[in-house]
């Protein structure tokens, strides 16, 4: 059964810093991965889709790295601004789960201006 | 980006009633959609997946009776929570997918459940 794990919970940095969510997962063999953004009592954002197939995606100030044999990912986020405070969820599409995403519990991020 | 409609955003209703909850696609038609529930501060655990014209696969531990799922057209799936009971209290949110080739998933903003 796929497991996905986010560290650090939550993370508070100041307006500007560069920084790193981690997530990782325990079966390798996925189709994707997918990296969202949550704002409280909101629905879910797509900002990052990884095929397994490939070793990272970029948007704008975001990377999303993928390595697959270790089963872990990264969202590297650029010159952190206060509106990117939000939860982020790593979601991972298994071979042997269908059309089933399997989310990680978040990591709550607060920019302080 | 395509957009999923998700209403209503906030309901509070007494036990014992029924409570419906529409998830739309907007400019897509949306083969496959999945209904989620998420507690306060906890990831999101899906209830159930449903294609448009067939009957819905519900995950272990979900009762069908409770959460009825229809997803009558290629646009619109419902969820209907029976007789609600105050644990049933939590955030639900609806996500789609069109086709099988297209692999995000576009979700509604939520809606949250109150049961007094």
């Known amino acids: 059964k796929q497991e996905v794990t986010q560290i650090p919970a939550a993370l508070s940095v100041p307006e500007g810093e560069n920084l790193v969510l981690n997530c990782s997962f325990t079966d390798s063999a996925i189709y994707n991965l997918q990296w969202f953004r949550q704002d409280p009592g909101k629905g879910l954002t797509s900002l990052l889709l990884?095929?397994?197939?490939?070793r990272e995606q970029t948007s704008g100030r975001l990377n999303a790295s993928l390595d697959k044999s270790s089963g872990r990912s990264t969202l590297y986020i650029a010159a952190s601004q206060p509106g990117d405070s939000a939860t982020y969820l790593c979601a991972v599409r298994s071979e042997t789960s269908g059309s089933r995403l399997t989310f990680g519990e978040g990591t709550q991020l607060t920019v302080n201006p | 980006g395509a957009v999923v409609s998700q209403h209503p955003s906030r309901v509070i209703c007494k036990s014992g009633t029924s409570v419906k909850i529409e998830c739309r696609s907007l400019d897509f038609q949306a083969t496959t959609m999945f209904w989620y529930r998420q507690f306060p501060k906890q990831s999101l655990m899906l209830m159930a997946t449903s294609n448009e014209g067939s009957k819905a696969t519900y995950e272990q531990g979900v009762e069908k009776d409770k959460f009825l799922i229809n997803h009558a057209s290629l646009t619109l799936s419902t969820l209907t929570v029976t007789s609600a009971h105050p644990e049933d209290s939590s955030f639900y949110i609806c996500?789609?997918?069109?086709?099988?080739?297209?692999?995000?998933?576009?979700f509604g903003s939520g809606t949250q459940l109150s049961v007094l």
């Open positions: 990884i095929q397994s197939s490939q």
């Open positions: 996500s789609a997918r069109e086709g099988q080739l297209h692999e995000k998933l576009f």
